[in-house]
């Protein structure tokens, strides 16, 4: 079985587009443990976060930055 660091590196190396997917599966499958209108409103947010990444009005950077530097703010 793989570690979570094994599974967040291979997730952050996906595409945006299959990154999309998996965070919509990811969703899928905490529904039952989440509140409806906080789901609709995290899947309307995640839309709008990728249209946006696609239409190049933001730029992405590499998911063990974007950690990295989560973790610095948080001082871990």
Known sequence: MRTLDQLISEATALPDADKAI????????MAAQVDQSILLEGIQKAQERIAEIEQGTVQT???DIALAQIRQQLGR
Not at 22 to 29: G, H, T
């Open 22 to 29: 998996l965070i919509d599966k990811l969703i899928e499958s």
């Open 61 to 63: 950077i590499p998911g």
